[in-house]
């Protein structure tokens, strides 16, 4: 037999796992097209097709589902059931997807506690978060409150990065539980569909990670149904064995949506079967979304302490350069204020041949080489990278270190070029195992996923720190402001020539006027 050929992990982005056909055996699932009609698909209740939803659930629970209607694609708790000749109860939930009524079944051991004291509860956890002054207290009050709410050994807060990787920036955990704190994790560990569907559906639970799915009978020739909202949605094989492989019993995760875009999860980890009931998977869903609006407040406080700081510093600047008769002759003098008003390693201010510098700056050769291909690469007025050798391939061959770039350019044909600089800054990264080494297809044709979660740091080189939206707002606020300046200046100096020549014409006008009254 011919062995498989390897594949990489990106491969997952291409599988169904919206359409799994099973669900987890911890519930049941019945489809229909209303609370009236006939049972066309079932998961858990073989004998439940072709049966009414009131033959199979009783009067109480159909009774339920119609008052619960209309429905949407959000699932909604209906209530709590105890099935005809059943020993135990049901928590009731139910969701429309593509016109199919779904309904989902989940059996509960222990009464639901009090409303009122479940509130309390989340209110009180909500508060603690909301209380944090900075992004890491919060995060961290967030992973506290939901282990204290799931009994989890391990609770994180995985936060994505640009790339699609993560990282764990705060973490609760018992203290036998191993640590992921601070630990990178590779994009393909939550392939790109995952990544959507978090923010479509954000709960997900996985009582017991060595469950045998439950397979969607149907009656006829049903198309597969979206299960993109069922909360027992049977989960890919591929996550499963990488749960396995981390030696993870249950999963619990919850999403934090951040102005409608997937920030982060709240991932939850326990080394043996641990179910979580509805209640307390709500009240972990809504402190997912009090650590999102909290994550929002602080960024926007952040950003507008920011801007007042530097809008006051540029103010006081320009006001320097206000009654300059050369502005760009002025703005020499000023070069060590501009790393006041952007955090640097060094800034230099261009005029020409005239080079002023302060700080951590390229040497001389190496200044013009960039400042020629800023002026020569048609970069309109404002330009940043912090990764200056992908930018400018040339640059790799510099021996300088600077790898951070903010230019502003008030006037690039005259070579008028304010620039700020950061110098590399290597990022020592830890990996919860080698995100380089390449997963393959197995012997039975499927997705494996990696083995590994032990610690691989990775020395990261090449690029300086950010630079931050804030920072790129002020150089694009300072441009703006000395432009206006430049050209007031212009003006002012135009006037000035046009006095004067106004003045001339009117001494020479009288000077004839004079001659021809003699």
Same mark, same amino acid.
């Given at each position: 037999?011919?062995?498989? %050929?390897?594949?990489?992990?990106?491969?997952?982005?291409? @599988?169904?796992?919206?359409?799994?056909?099973?669900?987890?055996?911890?519930?049941?699932?019945?489809?229909?097209?209303?609370?009236?009609?006939?049972?066309?698909?079932?998961?858990?209740?073989?004998? *439940?097709?072709?049966?009414?939803?009131?033959?199979?659930?009783?009067?109480?629970?159909?009774?339920?589902? !119609?008052?619960?209607?209309?429905?949407?694609?959000?699932?909604?708790?209906?209530?709590?059931?105890?099935?005809?000749?059943?020993?135990?109860?049901? +928590?009731?939930?139910?969701?429309?997807?593509?016109?199919?009524?779904?309904?989902?079944? @989940?059996?509960?051991?222990?009464?639901?506690?009090?409303?009122?004291?479940?509130? *309390? @509860?989340?209110? #009180?956890?909500?508060? #603690?978060?909301?209380?944090?002054? &900075?992004?890491?207290?919060?995060? &961290?009050?967030? *992973?506290?409150?939901?282990?204290?709410?799931?009994?989890?050994?391990?609770?994180?807060?995985?936060?994505?990065?640009? +790339?699609?990787?993560?990282?764990?920036?705060?973490?609760?955990?018992?203290?036998?539980? $191993?640590?992921?704190?601070?630990?990178?994790?590779?994009?393909?560990?939550?392939?790109?569909?995952?990544?959507? =569907?978090?923010?479509?559906?954000?709960?997900?639970?996985?009582?017991?990670?060595?469950?045998?799915?439950?397979?969607?009978?149907?009656?006829?020739?049903?198309?597969?149904?979206?299960?993109?909202?069922?909360?027992?949605?049977?989960?890919?094989?591929?996550?499963?064995?990488?749960? $396995?492989?981390?030696?993870?019993?249950?999963?619990?995760?919850?999403?934090?949506? $951040?102005?409608?875009?997937?920030?982060?999860?709240?991932?939850?980890?326990?080394?043996?079967?641990?179910?979580?009931?509805?209640?307390?998977?709500?009240?972990?869903?809504?402190?997912?979304?009090?650590?999102?609006?909290?994550?929002?407040?602080?960024?926007?406080?952040?950003?507008?302490?920011?801007?007042?700081?530097?809008?006051?510093?540029?103010?006081?600047?320009?006001?320097?350069?206000?009654?300059?008769?050369?502005?760009?002759?002025?703005?020499? +003098?000023?070069? %060590?204020? =501009? !790393?006041?008003?952007?955090?640097?390693?060094?800034?230099?201010?261009?005029?020409?041949?005239?080079?002023? &510098?302060?700080?951590?700056?390229?040497?001389?050769? @190496?200044? $013009?080489?960039?400042?020629?291909?800023?002026?020569? &690469?048609?970069?309109?007025?404002?330009?940043?990278?912090?990764?200056?050798?992908?930018?400018?391939?040339?640059?790799?061959?510099?021996?300088?270190?600077?790898?951070?770039?903010?230019?502003?350019?008030?006037?690039?044909?005259?070579?008028?070029?304010?620039?700020?600089? #950061?110098?590399?800054?290597?990022?020592?990264?830890?990996?919860?195992?080698?995100?380089?080494?390449?997963?393959?297809?197995?012997?039975?044709?499927?997705?494996?996923?990696? !083995?590994?979660?032990?610690?691989?740091?990775?020395?990261?080189?090449?690029?300086?720190? !950010?630079?931050?939206?804030?920072?790129?707002?002020?150089?694009?606020?300072? =441009?703006?402001?000395?432009?206006?300046?430049?050209?007031?200046?212009?003006?002012?100096?135009?006037?000035?020539?046009?006095?004067?020549?106004?003045?001339?014409?009117?001494? *020479?006008?009288?000077?004839?006027?004079?001659?021809?009254?003699?």
């Amino acid at each position: 037999m011919k062995a498989p %050929s390897p594949v990489s992990l990106t491969a997952c982005d291409k @599988e169904p796992i919206h359409i799994p056909g099973a669900i987890q055996p911890h519930g049941l699932l019945l489809v229909g097209q209303s609370p009236a009609g006939p049972i066309k698909q079932a998961a858990g209740m073989a004998a *439940a097709l072709g049966k009414s939803f009131k033959e199979v659930l009783g009067e109480e629970a159909e009774d339920l589902l !119609r008052q619960a209607e209309p429905m949407d694609e959000e699932p909604v708790y209906v209530g709590s059931v105890r099935l005809p000749e059943a020993e135990q109860d049901y +928590d009731l939930l139910a969701h429309r997807a593509a016109g199919h009524l779904v309904v989902e079944l @989940e059996s509960r051991k222990a009464p639901m506690p009090a409303a009122g004291a479940i509130l *309390a @509860e989340g209110r #009180r956890a909500a508060a #603690r978060i909301g209380a944090q002054a &900075t992004v890491e207290g919060a995060c &961290t009050a967030a *992973a506290q409150e939901v282990r204290a709410l799931t009994g989890y050994d391990r609770v994180m807060i995985y936060r994505f990065l640009e +790339d699609g990787s993560g990282s764990v920036i705060a973490e609760a955990k018992a203290d036998s539980a $191993k640590t992921y704190l601070n630990h990178r994790f590779p994009a393909s560990d939550i392939p790109k569909q995952a990544r959507e =569907l978090y923010v479509r559906n954000l709960t997900r639970v996985i009582p017991d990670v060595g469950y045998a799915a439950q397979p969607l009978l149907s009656l006829g020739d049903e198309s597969p149904l979206d299960m993109s909202n069922c909360l027992l949605r049977s989960i890919s094989p591929v996550h499963i064995q990488y749960l $396995k492989n981390m030696e993870v019993g249950a999963s619990a995760s919850f999403s934090v949506v $951040k102005d409608g875009a997937l920030w982060g999860l709240i991932a939850c980890h326990h080394p043996s079967r641990k179910p979580v009931p509805w209640e307390i998977r709500e009240t972990c869903s809504s402190l997912a979304q009090s650590l999102a609006h909290q994550l929002k407040a602080q960024e926007e406080a952040n950003r507008h302490a920011q801007l007042s700081a530097s809008s006051r510093r540029r103010d006081q600047l320009l006001a320097k350069l206000k009654s300059a008769l050369d502005v760009d002759a002025a703005l020499l +003098d000023h070069c %060590s204020e =501009l !790393r006041q008003l952007i955090d640097c390693d060094g800034a230099a201010v261009i005029r020409g041949g005239t080079v002023k &510098t302060t700080g951590s700056v390229p040497p001389a050769r @190496e200044l $013009k080489a960039i400042v020629d291909w800023l002026v020569h &690469t048609g970069e309109v007025h404002c330009f940043s990278t912090s990764k200056l050798g992908q930018a400018f391939p040339e640059a790799r061959n510099l021996e300088s270190g600077v790898k951070g770039v903010l230019a502003a350019v008030p006037d690039p044909e005259a070579r008028v070029l304010l620039l700020w600089f #950061r110098l590399e800054e290597v990022e020592i990264v830890e990996w919860a195992g080698n995100p380089h080494k390449e997963d393959s297809l197995d012997a039975a044709a499927a997705l494996s996923p990696r !083995r590994s979660f032990e610690t691989w740091t990775q020395s990261v080189t090449g690029s300086s720190r !950010r630079w931050q939206i804030e920072e790129i707002e002020a150089a694009e606020a300072l =441009l703006a402001g000395l432009i206006e300046l430049r050209q007031r200046r212009q003006l002012a100096d135009l006037n000035t020539q046009l006095e004067l020549a106004l003045a001339s014409e009117r001494k *020479a006008l009288a000077k004839i006027q004079r001659l021809q009254a003699k």
